[in-house]
């Protein structure tokens, strides 16, 4: 058995749709990968409410 170095180069990569940079697999997404568009939380909530534009008037 061989031991593996520095695997950390095969995370997948995705781009988040708020802020459009690139951010790499996380270990609290490995269930949930498929279904990950954001980097953050802070992304996550930034996004466009569509429900709130009308109340904008
Ligand atoms: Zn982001």
Redesign the pocket.
């Known amino acids: 058995m061989k031991s593996f170095k520095g695997n950390k180069a095969h995370l997948p990569t995705k781009i988040?749709t708020?802020?459009k940079?690139p951010?790499s697999w996380r270990k609290k997404w490995e269930k949930v990968w498929d279904e990950v568009k954001?980097?953050?939380d802070k992304?996550r909530q930034s996004k466009i409410p569509s429900a709130a534009n009308k109340l904008s008037s």
């Open positions: 988040c708020t802020c940079r951010f954001y980097c953050s992304c």
